[in-house]
Each structure stands twice: as C-alpha cells, then as structure tokens.
C-alpha cells in the first residue's frame, strides 16, 4: 500500500512541476512580449518627437523668412461733446 501512495505522490509532483514550468514559461514569454511592446513604443514616440521638432524647426524658419508686415497705425479721433 505505501508503493501505491509513494508513486501517487510521485505523479502528482511531476503533474505540478509540470503545470508549474508550463505557468513559468507563459509568464516568461508574456514579459518578452511586454517588453517588445515597451520597446517598439519608445521607438515609434522617438521618431514622432524628431518629426515634429523638424517641422517646428522648419514652421520657424520660414516665418523668419517672411517679411513682417507693417502695423497700420489708427488716427485717433477726439471725443466730442
């Protein structure tokens, strides 16, 4: 009878090692797979923060570029009364 509840016992450990490494495993592969997102996400920010520092560099470039036009200046009129 012991033999019996020793290779029960035996099973059902390999049984829960098993399960265990199967759960380790998924966790490993779900945190490659966060980390790969983590990453392709500061690429994808990286290259969106130089397009617009370009265009803000260019957008001011041309504004200096272009002539200022000239304040027109309003006669002032004097209150009647």
């Not at 450990?13 to 790969?36: L, P, T, Y």
């Not at 920010?45 to 560099?57: D, V």
């Amino acid at each position: 009878m012991s033999t019996s509840f020793s290779s029960r016992m035996t099973a059902a450990k390999r049984s829960a090692e098993a399960i265990r490494s199967q759960s380790r495993q998924r966790h490993e592969s779900f945190m490659r797979d966060q980390e790969r997102e983590r990453e392709a996400t500061s690429v994808k920010t990286a290259r969106l923060r130089e397009l617009r520092l370009a265009k803000e560099a260019a957008e001011k470039k041309a504004a200096a570029m272009e002539p200022t036009p000239a304040k027109r200046t309003r006669t002032r009129r004097s209150k009647q009364t």
